[in-house]
């Protein structure tokens, strides 16, 4: 920016056969236009394979093709999500690193991710266990193996969707928003509480989501959300994310935010405490028992984990 001695208004100069670098979108319009972005091509992707393939979500319990179909929607909808956040990183303004995808410490972030998330939910039964409000019995070992295989590849891709597309680019949007005055510290704040209700509304329309099970998965998203924010990437949230959900189904045999584990699970838990701590049709995450380890280990995690 230069300007005359005359008092004329200044004027931008730029210099022969250079080009200005591309805005980044602003916060709330970045957030926003991924968010319609990744909306409409995971719907694309997912839907468009289920009906070429001639699929549908409606077999019987049980039937191979509901697995297929859950395998397809949900890795279709991560590639959806990663392909949504390209023209952003292609425009200049944005790097892969800022969409949480960094190329440091990925196996060792998701593999400490993934005993928080084994260890987090496991305080969960362990307390249930304690009041007796939970028993459980040894499942089939023989079909173990299989089990945890076809589960663990649906899940997988699941927790990953979810991460990059309520903790990729919005959440890194949503950290510069400054309008009234918002403190970096202050717009961070209001970035985990947005980015964590989007995450609640991924789930709202799952069998027996209620006030409890709503107020368990903003306290999820709160937790995963200083994880992305403490090392600066999505591995260890994706790693939290899948260990917590796999836990849930493949160790324990509890529905998983609303839908029925199978036969196959290392144990078959069987509820008959209070719903209001133990969680009801919604599984175990629309109890105040998880709200509580939740909450526990989002504090340790804080407390001691280093940030980089």
Do not use: C
Not at 71 to 89: D, E, K, N, Q, Y
Not at 149 to 167: D, H, M, T
Not at 199 to 206: G, I, K, P, Y
């Amino acid at each position: 920016m230069t300007s005359d001695r005359t008092g004329s208004s200044p004027h931008t100069t730029t210099a022969p056969g250079t080009h200005e670098a591309p805005r980044p979108p602003r916060p709330i319009a970045g957030t926003v236009l991924y968010l319609l972005l990744a909306f409409g091509l995971t719907t694309f992707f997912a839907l468009g394979a289920t009906l070429l393939l001639g699929l549908s979500g409606n077999a019987p319990e049980g039937d191979d093709r509901n697995f297929l179909v859950s395998l397809i929607v949900f890795t279709l909808s991560l590639a959806g999500a990663i392909a949504a956040t390209v023209p952003f990183v292609r425009r200049g303004s944005l790097t892969w690193t800022d969409a949480g995808f960094g190329r440091r410490r990925v196996f060792f972030d998701a593999g400490t991710g993934l005993l928080l998330g084994v260890a987090s939910f496991s305080l969960v039964p362990l307390v249930a266990f304690l009041f007796r409000w939970t028993t459980f019995e040894a499942g089939d070992l023989s079909v173990f193996p299989a089990y945890a295989a076809s589960v663990g590849i649906v899940l997988l891709p699941a927790a990953a969707f979810e991460e990059v597309f309520s903790r990729g680019l919005p959440l890194h949007y949503l950290r510069q928003l400054r309008i009234l005055g918002l403190s970096p510290g202050r717009a961070t704040v209001l970035a985990v509480l947005l980015t964590s209700l989007l995450f609640s509304l991924l789930h709202a329309w799952n069998p027996g989501f209620n006030a409890i099970a709503f107020l368990e998965v903003v306290a999820a998203g709160v937790a995963l959300a200083v994880a992305r924010i403490r090392t600066g990437a999505l591995w260890l949230p994706i790693g939290w994310h899948f260990g917590w959900n796999a836990s849930q189904d493949i160790l324990y045999g509890f529905s998983v935010s609303g839908v029925t584990a199978g036969s196959g699970a290392l144990l078959r838990a069987s509820t008959s405490g209070p719903p209001l701590l133990v969680g009801g049709a919604f599984g175990p995450e629309s109890g105040l028992l998880t709200v509580f380890a939740t909450v526990l280990f989002t504090l340790l995690f804080a407390a001691f984990y280093p940030k980089r």
